[in-house]
């Protein structure tokens, strides 16, 4: 394996968009490496480390986080000051994997689904110029944008934003989601000025839908042939994050 033709899918969203599973669902495609997610009963930004009473999201593999741009986290003290080059990342992956028998797929991968460590809220990466410090080490062979259309599906990932972020301004989350989201739309003439392709993937149709359609859109942009068992994966991820309230 040559760390160069390792080929980056790099993942772009907004926080409380379900970004980390995302990584771990790609990973389970033909040619990714794969890998394992962890439930994690904590919460996030300037709430980062507080216990939750239940799983709120999930910590992945560290080889789905790219630590590739300098820059501070919006929300919490986090900070890069310092890099790691695609090549260098590709290979510390390769290494990991290795040691863990179980992962057949560390023989055979040709593609690494990541996102900016800290960075990949596209409205503060491109004040951060996330995009320009990663293509100076890979381009990409596609971005993905985590984005939602239908107004209740919005609402259950804002109810999700409530319980990771419980701000005593009622309306706070609501505020920065959709302000994040809409510059998330407003920026890709942007993206498409640095990268060859970004694409929108609606997590709303795929997670709460079940849409085959847009399922299957995301596998020709992965350039995977699609899972048998996708619709499983999903629903254990749903019905554990997203339960649907009983009266």
Not at 48 to 56: I, R, T
Request: charged share 25%; with cysteine; proline share 6%.
């Amino acid at each position: 394996m040559k760390s160069k033709d390792v080929e980056c899918h790099l993942v772009m969203h907004t926080a409380c968009m379900c970004g980390n599973f995302f990584l771990y669902f790609m990973g389970q495609h033909e040619g990714f490496l794969s890998g394992k997610k962890w439930d994690r009963a904590t919460r996030i930004d300037k709430f980062w480390g507080e216990k939750s009473p239940e799983p709120l999201h999930l910590s992945i593999e560290r080889h789905n986080l790219w630590q590739g741009a300098i820059g501070a986290a919006e929300n919490s003290p986090h900070q890069n000051t310092w890099t790691v080059p695609w090549d260098e990342h590709v290979r510390w992956s390769y290494l990991m994997a290795s040691k863990l028998r179980d992962n057949e797929t560390v023989r055979t991968f040709t593609k690494l689904s990541v996102k900016p460590n800290l960075l990949h809220n596209v409205k503060h990466a491109m004040k951060e110029n996330v995009i320009q410090q990663l293509i100076e080490s890979v381009m990409p062979e596609c971005v993905y944008l985590l984005g939602v259309s239908n107004p209740e599906h919005y609402d259950r990932f804002l109810a999700r934003a409530e319980k990771l972020r419980p701000y005593d301004d009622p309306g706070l989350n609501d505020r920065f989601l959709f302000d994040n989201l809409l510059g998330q739309r407003e920026h890709i003439p942007d993206l498409l000025k640095l990268v060859p392709k970004v694409e929108t993937i609606d997590v709303g149709k795929i997670l709460f839908d079940v849409d085959e359609q847009e399922y299957h859109t995301f596998c020709k942009h992965l350039k995977s042939p699609p899972l048998e068992h996708w619709r499983e994966i999903i629903k254990e991820y749903t019905d554990k994050f997203f339960p649907i309230e009983t009266q």
